[in-house]
């Protein structure tokens, strides 16, 4: 049976500093993704196990050091602002106009499963409130 995302994130060993995940083989495009979005500093591609018709990762080319938002420092606000702003960009191209979800877990209790910060966005159908 297919490990559940809860599942995953619970079985997640968080990474220092700037170990590598599976999102530095996208990177670099050692394994394939389907990507939306790419400039010098942000790569954002369709989530491998979507949970709405829309979901797509935004990520930061090089994580330095930020494996979640919980370490972020001041040094990382203008990354911070821009996966946020590319988040707005591809929503736009995906043309989720009647809104969407913008989701950042974080660590064990936020369900993270992968640490190098990403920026869910997730679209395309009723979202509900408050998350599970
Ligand atoms: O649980 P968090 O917030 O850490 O989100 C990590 C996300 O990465 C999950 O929604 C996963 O479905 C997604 N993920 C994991 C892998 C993967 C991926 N999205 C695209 N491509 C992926 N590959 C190739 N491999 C993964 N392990």
Redesign the pocket.
């Known amino acids: 049976m297919a490990q559940s ?1 809860k599942e ?2 619970l079985a ?1 060993i968080p990474v220092d500093g700037d170990s590598p995940t ?2 530095d ?2 990177i670099k495009k050692e ?4 990507i939306v979005y790419e400039d010098d500093k942000v790569l954002a ?7 709405a018709p829309t ?1 797509i ?1 935004v990520i930061p080319k090089v994580k330095d050091g930020l494996t ?1 938002l919980s370490k972020a420092e001041e040094r990382h606000v203008e990354i911070l602002g821009r996966l946020l702003y590319v988040a707005k960009l591809v929503a736009k191209q995906e043309k989720l106009d009647d809104g969407y979800r913008v ?4 660590g064990k209790n ?6 190098h910060i ?1 920026v ?1 966005v997730i679209g395309g159908r009723q979202m509900n409130w408050p998350p599970g």
């Open positions: 995302e995953a994130a997640a599976i999102f083989k996208i394994i394939p993704s389907t591609f369709r989530d491998i196990s979507p949970q979901h990762l979640g989701v950042i877990n974080d936020g369900c993270q499963s992968v640490y990403h869910h």
